[in-house]
């Protein structure tokens, strides 16, 4: 006879299979953030990066999207790419942990020593990243879709508290629909790549006079 153990051992296998399988083929949005070229221009300057979400709709499709996502993922599929790299993907996150992701890369690369751990948060300004808008859509005209997107924050310098520079990025892109969500996750990806690289945090810190 088999023991019931290896009974057991096998339904075990059977059923993690099972469910990492459903769970790889559940739809995702992904994100390939492109780094522009380092230039070290702020090196030797340290801040503190926090992000925070003052969104109105917090989720991240509209329904059109949603329609075709099949569901309304909470986690965003994130790679990395330098120049004319592919990119490399380092993880799925979360939005507000993925922006902290996008926004360390962008500011090392300027030389930038770039804390975001709370408990290692000396006196070095903040840097706050407020999210005001991350929307996907899908549109449905007679005879084709439209994949639309649009993104807002605004990026403030902090010292002790207290405002000292601030300035709001945003923009709005659309892509028509040919090959099932591949044009959704190229439009997400140049319009986060786009507005992430126009935060010009030298001129920033030269406005609040840290510079």
């Known amino acids: 006879m088999v023991p ?24 995702v949005l992904h994100v390939n953030y492109r780094v522009p070229e380092k230039t070290n221009q702020l090196q030797g300057k340290k801040v503190f990066l926090e992000i925070r979400d003052s969104r109105t709709d917090k989720d991240m499709l509209g329904e059109g999207a949603r329609e075709d996502f099949k569901n309304n993922p909470e986690n965003v599929s994130l790679s990395v790419a330098e120049g004319k790299e592919r990119g490399f993907k380092i993880g799925v996150f979360s939005l507000g942990d993925m922006m902290r992701e996008i926004f360390k890369e962008r500011l090392t690369g300027l030389g930038l020593d770039v804390v ?32 639309t997107a649009r993104i ?12 000292l520079a601030s300035n709001k990025i945003s923009g709005e892109s659309e892509k028509l629909k040919i090959v099932l969500r591949k044009e959704a996750d190229s439009l997400i990806s140049d319009l986060v790549t786009d507005l992430a690289n126009r935060l010009d945090a030298e001129a920033l810190l030269r406005q609040a006079g840290l510079i």
């Open 4 to 27: 019931i153990k290896k009974y057991a051992g096998i339904f075990l296998l059977i059923l993690f299979l099972l469910t990492a399988v459903s769970c790889s083929t559940v739809p």
């Open 116 to 147: 975001t751990d709370i408990g290692s948060r000396g006196e070095e300004p903040t840097l706050v990243i407020d999210l005001q808008a991350f929307k996907l859509d899908l549109t449905k005209g007679a005879v084709k879709r439209t994949w």
């Open 152 to 163: 807002s924050y605004i990026a403030e310098i902090q010292g002790k508290g207290k405002a």
